[in-house]
């Protein structure tokens, strides 16, 4: 693993075109700190430059994945700017990425770090996470696009009930939900998601990112619409060196080789 940048509040790190970002305060269960989320800029920025990069995972250190906000880390007098210069930034760099995301949850994720999880592309769950809308015991809102990403991906009555109650989903429930990709055994979960992250960093990478911009997109598209965006994607998506690779490969029996461009 080669890790460029020094940190204190995450890792990062990079393996054969899977950067690893971990969430790394274990003593409070990684909870976000001003200088975390500015350590987290400056990695996402890292991501975004470099043409190495084809897969993100983020995780988190120790036994939990994040508790979300670092309750004494807050400022009392009013949390909008706080959320307007790190957490809104931080789901838009992630849902923004032109590379799959992936969250590996190995532990209890609470918070603006549940919504963080679901916004990721692909979410990985070990056996005994849970997932917790915590905000209603500090009389706050959802955050970290909760509001938007649960309703849409459990439905309303489960996201209300969710979020109004507190009631932690376990990672089996969360997958029979459609809340995540994979329930996995704890000590299956690395494995699995390096396997998948490999996998995905092996792929078309444009041909992912137009997909999940695609799927991104329609949400609030029409039918109508998102038959004419395909269409444009599809005519930039055959343009790429990968497709031409890959129609190459099909026809020749051979394994594709793509390398994202
Ligand atoms: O600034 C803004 O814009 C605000 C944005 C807000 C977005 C949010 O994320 S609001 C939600 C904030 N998070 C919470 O309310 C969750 C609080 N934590 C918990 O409810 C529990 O810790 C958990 C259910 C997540 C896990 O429980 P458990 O029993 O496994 O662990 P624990 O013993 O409670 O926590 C372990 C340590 O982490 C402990 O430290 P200690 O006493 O051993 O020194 C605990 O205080 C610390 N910790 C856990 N969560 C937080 C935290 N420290 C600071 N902030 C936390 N959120």
Known sequence: MNKATEFTCIEFGQDAGVAWLTLN??????????????????????????????????????RGFSAGQDLADLDMGGLGDVIEKHYNPLVRTITGLNIPVIACVNGVAAGAAANLALACDIVLAARSAKFIQSFHQLGLVPDGGGTWTLPRLIGLARATALCMTGEPVSAEKAEQWGMIWRCVDDDALQSETAELAHRLALKATTGLA????????????????????????????????????????????????????
């Open 25 to 62: 305060r274990p003593d409070k269960l990684n909870a976000f700190t001003a200088d975390m989320h500015l350590e987290l800029q400056e990695a996402l920025s890292q991501v975004q430059q470099s043409s190495d990069i084809r897969c993100l995972v983020i995780t988190g250190a120790g």
């Open 210 to 261: 137009f997909t999940k911009q695609l799927l991104r997109l329609s949400q609030t598209r029409t039918l109508d619409e998102q038959l004419n965006l395909e269409r444009d994607y599809q005519q930039a998506a055959s343009q790429t060196r990968d497709f031409a690779e890959g129609v190459d490969a099909f026809l020749n029996k051979r394994k594709p080789t793509f390398t994202g461009e």
